[in-house]
């Protein structure tokens, strides 16, 4: 419910909004102490009371006519002037997700409508679609003034396995790879660059000299095109300075505005996944990102430098994951070493033989 705010005349206002015929409608109502005989604490009470008798009065009942389907179309109608084309066509295909509630009042909507509907999903989905269809129910009940709190359960979110190709897998990816694609796998494997940041990548973001790349920008999908964007996909720039003969390796051009690679971040994907393929490996294009922070890691670099080479943000739960995995070759050495010295130390049973 909407709280009494104090105005510098020394009178309490609160502003409250509600739906009515498809429209918002906001109202104030101010209340000063001298109408309460001086009393401060009653003038707020009596503000705040007065905005919510309007709210829920009778004449305008019909306002809570609304449906769960209408809420969730006012929600994503009014949001089409912020919202990329993609997300608003995502936002559309989740509407028949909520078909068995789609004709529940927006008033008389609770807990015991929704919880169902996310235990069939249990079945069939993960946590996080299930959440992602969530979080365009619950903001669009909020824009129709819907006040309730929900206690809803999610299920567990299963625990992502983050793995990082084994050297060696990389090293026969990289050695084998056609001479158009051998650049952007080593921007991935060496400078952990995503596909969208690669496909974003100018001439102008190239210092050859410097041996540096400044990335900073994105190719996204917008409804049925790739568009550019100025900035990553978390928000996070950074320049990465490279050795020279992967600098070397990539394609120069005149004009400073010209597409490094001038390919999407889906045609990347697929010709590395036709590559790929016909070595016989399964990890896809973003393992080589993981590969990137990992050996780092193995290096013993500190988080902090593998942060700011690979743009997460500080703290990143995901680079946590690929922090702790090491490489499957550093594992293999340590089993080793670990298995020599039991068989050196501690194997009483050989020296009874």
């Known amino acids: 419910m909407a709280t009494a705010r104090l105005l510098p005349s020394g009178a ?6 509600k739906v009515i015929n498809g429209k918002k409608v906001t109202k104030c109502f101010t209340v000063h102490p001298k109408d309460c005989k001086g009393n401060a604490r009653a003038a707020k009470d009596q503000s705040e009371l007065l905005a919510r008798q309007w709210r829920l009065s009778a004449e305008d009942a019909h306002t809570y006519g609304l449906t769960v389907k209408d ?10 002037k912020v919202l990329s084309k993609s997300t608003l066509s995502g936002y559309k295909d989740l509407i028949p997700f909520f078909d068995p509630i789609k004709d529940i009042y927006v008033s008389e909507i609770k807990t015991s409508d929704i919880q169902p509907l996310i235990n069939e999903w249990s079945i069939s989905v993960s946590a996080k679609t299930i959440k992602n269809r969530i979080s365009l129910l619950l903001p669009a009940l909020d824009y129709a003034e819907c006040d309730k709190k929900f206690r809803l359960r999610y299920p567990k979110s299963q625990p992502t396995e983050i793995h990082s190709p084994d050297l060696e897998d990389v090293q026969m990816l990289l050695s084998n790879a056609p001479e158009s694609l051998k650049p952007i796998l080593y921007l991935a494997a060496v400078g952990g660059i995503r596909r969208g940041e690669l496909a974003g990548l100018k001439e102008k973001d190239i210092s050859r000299d410097m041996r540096t790349i400044y990335v900073h920008a994105d190719i996204v999908r917008d409804g049925n095109k790739w568009t550019y964007k100025p900035f990553t996909k978390n928000g996070q720039s950074g320049t990465i300075t490279l050795p020279k003969f992967i600098i070397d390796m990539l394609p120069i051009h005149d004009d400073p505005e010209a597409y490094v690679f001038g390919l999407n971040p889906s045609q990347i994907s697929g010709r590395y996944n036709r590559y790929r393929r016909r070595l016989g490996f399964t990890f896809n294009f973003h393992s080589l990102r993981h590969f990137a922070a990992s050996f780092r890691s193995d290096l013993g670099i500190p988080r902090k430098y593998i942060e700011e080479v690979g743009r997460w943000e500080s703290g990143s739960q995901i680079l946590t994951k690929v922090y702790d995995n090491t490489l499957d ?3 293999k050495k340590y089993t080793q070493i670990t298995n020599r010295y039991v068989e050196d130390n501690l194997n009483f049973e050989r020296r009874k033989a």
């Open 329 to 331: 070759s550093s594992r």
């Open 12 to 17: 309490y206002q609160t502003r409250i909004t």
């Open 71 to 80: 809420a969730i179309e006012m929600y994503i109608k009014d949001r089409s």
